[in-house]
């Protein structure tokens, strides 16, 4: 198998890694934070004239036709800075709902408008009761005229609170953990009955808890053949998780370059702590990890696209299983081998630690996916 970049997407990572150079230091981040919304606005236009927003989205409506590969590539480049903006929310998971689900309509009315970044997306489906059990569907949709009434909550909607429109799911038929009777719909986010709070993660990103009370939503609003939506939610998830996994490779990249440069300057006792052997094995278990990683987060972003859904499906358990288990590593040992600076707010190792664990937790965590293996093999 050809694991060989092409010139395109050569040129795709470079140029993504130039525009982050320029404006991700961990200062600027630091700012960007700061903002109303916790992430950069000017960014997110600099990212739409790159074209990365309309990345995978097809050369009809408004996109470059590219792939899970170059996905990956840029969810890389924005681990290794701690990016903070909706790429994930929006191009990954809410344009995954629509190029999967959508009419023609809803594809040619919102995808251009993701790809030049005047749409942010929110995909609401997880809620409190279900915890990574994707058919556990409490919030309902109920007909009423020409079009439905949804009731019900979602909870840790990744930028929820920024988006103007949200894909959410609801019952309209069957009992609470059945995966038929799910159907996905598009939900104004100033519709009335909609409430949203905001808060920041352990890791300074955004999501948002979602209430709704009578939210009308239209006919064309649907999205996708009702009450057939779990597979179409199932593909969204596993598309999220190739993302994550690309990213958390970014992180651990960056995690290992400071805890290398930390040990050659470091002194203690007159000489640098690098020149302890221990440390030194250390640092390149931790590059064993990094390598594990990287090696299931291609296997991922390649099976993304699989027609045999029993084989996407473990070879993404498996992949989520490893990266989380490579980053797990690599980011503990980071903080320990920088000692007491590495539990600072001020150092930038620890921000890295927290961003690799809300990762591990998101789409599932690795004890989760492990159970699904075990399920496979019994």
């Not at 609801?170 to 939900?187: H, K, M, N, W, Y």
Request: aromatic share 6%.
């Amino acid at each position: 198998m050809d694991f060989e970049l092409s010139e395109e997407q050569r040129m795709l990572r470079d140029s993504v890694e130039r525009l982050l150079a320029d404006h991700y230091g961990f200062d600027k981040r630091r700012g960007y934070l700061a903002e109303p919304e916790g992430w950069s606005r000017a960014l997110w236009a600099q990212y739409a004239e790159l074209g990365l927003l309309g990345l995978p989205f097809a050369e009809d409506h408004g996109g470059f036709g590219g792939g899970p590969i170059e996905v990956m590539l840029v969810m890389e480049a924005f681990g290794r800075v701690l990016a903070l903006e909706p790429y994930l929310a929006t191009v990954v998971l809410g344009g995954t709902a629509l190029r999967l689900a959508g009419s023609d309509a809803q594809k040619t009315a919102l995808l251009p408008r993701v790809a030049k970044g005047d749409l942010i997306l929110a995909f609401a489906h997880g809620e409190r009761q279900a915890r990574y059990d994707l058919s556990d569907v409490m919030t309902t949709a109920k007909r009423k005229g020409s079009g439905w009434v949804l009731d019900g909550a979602k909870t840790v909607v990744l930028h929820g609170d920024s988006a103007q429109r949200l894909v959410v799911s609801a019952r309209t038929s069957g009992e609470r953990d059945d995966p038929d009777g799910i159907t996905l719909f598009f939900v104004d986010a100033a519709a009335n009955g909609l409430a949203r709070r905001s808060y920041p993660m352990r890791d300074g990103t955004r999501a948002a808890e979602l209430s709704l009370s009578d939210v009308k939503v239209r006919e064309e609003d649907v999205l996708g053949e009702i009450g057939a939506a779990f597979p179409v939610i199932e593909r969204i998830v596993e598309a999220g998780i190739a993302a994550t996994a690309a990213e958390a490779v970014g992180a651990m990249e960056a995690m290992h370059e400071m805890t290398l440069e930390y040990l050659k300057t470091r002194q203690q006792f007159g000489r640098p702590i690098g020149d302890n052997q221990a440390l030194q094995h250390r640092a390149t278990e931790m590059l064993m990890e990094l390598e594990r990683g990287r090696s299931m987060a291609m296997l991922v972003a390649m099976m993304v696209d699989e027609p045999d859904a029993t084989e996407r499906a473990r070879n993404i358990a498996m992949a989520k299983v490893g990266v989380g288990q490579a980053s797990k590593f690599v980011s503990q040992n980071a903080v320990q081998l920088h000692g007491g600076i590495g539990m600072t707010e001020e150092y930038a190792i620890g921000h890295y630690f927290r961003r690799c664990m809300v990762i591990e937790h998101t789409f599932g965590d690795t004890a989760h996916h492990l159970s699904r293996l075990a399920d496979q093999v019994r």
